[in-house]
């Protein structure tokens, strides 16, 4: 299963509403995942079953979608947020991510 | 608190062998099945493989399937990635996960360690 993200970067202000999509080559029910991850650093889970938030992320972190087509909302940008975004998908093995989408300061 | 230490990375000759570790505690690792990832230099993630919690599952990437090994002592508390006729494309940081879900595979990493290079070079 092909997983594709995009935007594969974008530059936004802190206080910003952040969209970022994936989409899945064959349907994947409510199997996505989003994690996020800063340089030098392990990727860290946000959002899991494409919409339930992982204890301790905090609620400015969204996750919506099914099927198909995914989308991970950050409703305002915080400097903790600049980091790359990846997307997941749990229903099949191989397990397969997206190329990930950076997040820059404008 | 949950902790994974990968150890074994290092630069090694094309076609060589190599076995890296995952040292866990923090929670009941037999109970848990266990991720490895890969990271190219500069590159997006790449799962490698999964091992249920008692390892008789295992699943593949097809890029690794036949060279590398998945494989666990839960008396140790420890995974292990076995990897045969390493290739230049092999290089990496290689993080061990462990999954969200006691027993079944939900292949949802909720901890990660901090990851271990691999450098495949002559």
């Known amino acids: 299963i092909q997983m594709t993200q995009s935007p594969s970067s974008l530059s936004a202000s802190v206080g910003d509403r952040v969209t970022i999509t994936c989409r899945a080559s064959?349907?994947?029910?409510?199997?996505l995942n989003w994690y996020q991850q800063k340089p030098g650093k392990a990727p860290n889970l946000l959002i899991y079953a494409a919409s339930s938030l992982q204890s301790g992320v905090p609620s400015r972190f969204s996750g919506s979608g099914s099927g198909t087509d995914f989308t991970l909302t950050i409703s305002s940008l915080q400097p903790d947020d600049f980091a790359t975004y990846y997307c997941q998908q749990s229903f099949f093995t191989p397990l397969t991510f997206g190329g990930g989408t950076k997040v820059e300061i404008k | 608190q949950v902790q994974l230490v990968e150890s074994g990375g290092g630069v090694v000759q094309p076609a060589r062998s190599l076995r890296l570790s995952c040292a866990a505690s923090?929670?009941?690792?037999?109970?848990?099945?266990m991720h490895w990832v890969r990271q190219a230099p500069g590159k997006g993630l790449e799962w490698v493989a999964v091992i249920s919690y008692d390892g008789s599952n295992k699943y593949y990437a097809d890029s690794v399937k036949g060279r590398f090994t998945i494989s666990r002592d839960n008396s140790k508390n420890t995974l292990y990635l076995q990897m045969n006729s390493l290739r230049a494309d092999d290089t990496a940081v290689y993080y061990c996960a462990k999954d969200t879900s006691p027993i079944t595979i939900v292949a949802t990493a909720d901890y990660w360690g901090q990851g271990t290079l691999v450098t495949v070079s002559s």
């Open positions: 064959q349907t994947i029910s409510t199997y």
């Open positions: 923090g929670f009941t690792f037999s109970n848990y099945g």
